[in-house]
């Protein structure tokens, strides 16, 4: 049996499976805050199983393993930063966020600001850097598919209708328990893949073929560094997932120690798809780093095995895209239709609202997925706004007492209209993902210095 066909097999109980799961959940989204919490019925498990399936995506499995073929070992440290940003979480501000249940950062900045502006900046941003986000990991499939000869189009089109599937009759509760099941995948598919590498002598092979520059920890600068890891540490404090996970949970021990769990498992796990890669780059000198992964699955291994590799990445790309459905719907439906325009809609208009926006979502997603072939500066970009927006107001308020809704709105858009100049290359500051954030800082202490009292 050709390894096509086996991965076709195996993708299509994998997703029948999933769906089982979503018809299984719909108990526990029987209403609109149901299915945006949970129904406040996540243990540390499923916690755990959201936090690292928000981060394990395509980047995770097959970046990380491309990183690890451009620069070695030292392609572990995007993954590194995705644990510790969900260290932070559980350790910083998961016990804040669960006791004062707040769903979102809107929430936050309703009870510190008390001013719709604030709010509708990062309500509007975070859905489009989550169409971003989905629409690159839908690309990631995309190609992955067409890598093994099946019709990649009909392959994300099929599994992103499973993904909305689920999210939209099981909630939030689908999503983690699927993520349960999909970082299961994830895991124990990289394990496998690394004692496969071990058996084959992969590692004899990596030190007799690779440079010494592969087994430096941080081969380049310091400012490539921070590139990698300090967006993504800063971003998870006030993430959208951040929030459903702490007030979905059962208890304020399960969202404390779900967060810390999943941080130390993907900082583990963060070391394997480098060594991967540094395996695959040396057994295949000539071939793009892009590919590596792919390449390691087509020659080096089994067909069975392949097929479940294949899985374990599709398992990646849902894991980060089930999230997406879940937080747009929270944003858009709980944040601004709820809570600025309708207080008083009902549970049947709330329901039809949140089934319309998960079929929008999933059609531009899907749409923006088939239309480019390279998204992923825009979605570094969507990032980077939300980032450059919305951190500061968010620890300034938590940090000092005297900062203002006119302090945060001003920050705010000083950080976001910095992160675009230099996004369009404008100017190239020294540290420029970060670079944004300075401005903000310094706004928002300035304005709300200067309208001490002058609330509204």
Known sequence: MSTQTLIIIVMAVYLAGMIGIGLYGRKFA????????????????????????????????????????????????????????????????????????????????????NDKSTRLIYSISTPLSYVAMFAGQILAGKAIFQAFGIDGNLSIIITALVVLFYASISGLWGAYMTSVIQVAVIVAGLIFALISMIIDGGFAAIQATLPATYFDPVPFSAETLVSLTIPTILAALFDQTAFQRTASAKSEKAAVRGHIYGGLLLIVMAIIPPLLGMYGIALFPDVDPASVFIDL???????????????????????????AFIGIATNIIHDIYQDMINPDASEKQLKVMQNILNVIVCIVSIGVALMFNNILSLLSMAYTILTSGCLVPFVGGLL??????????????????????????????????????????????????LTQGKQA
């Open 400 to 449: 000092w007492k005297r900062g203002t809704a006119k302090g945060a709105l001003a920050s705010a858009i000083a950080g976001i209209v910095c992160a675009l100049l230099i996004s369009f290359g404008f100017f190239t500051p020294p540290y420029s993902s970060v670079f944004s954030v300075l401005p903000a800082v310094i706004v928002y202490f300035a304005v709300s210095l």
């Open 297 to 323: 699955i087509f020659y080096r291994f089994s067909p069975i095995f392949g097929a479940f590799l294949v899985a374990a990445i599709v398992s990646a790309i849902m894991s980060t895209c089930d999230g």
């Open 30 to 113: 029987a209403t609109f805050n149901d299915s945006i919490t949970a129904a406040k019925q996540s243990t540390t498990i499923m916690i755990i199983g959201g936090a690292v399936g928000a981060h394990i995506g395509s980047g995770f499995v097959v970046g990380g393993a491309e990183s690890g073929a451009i620069y070695g070992i030292a392609g572990a440290w995007y993954g590194i930063g995705c644990g510790i940003s969900w260290l932070l979480v559980g350790v910083l501000v998961a016990k804040f966020f669960y006791r004062n249940r707040y769903l979102s950062l809107s929430d936050y900045f309703k009870t510190r600001y």
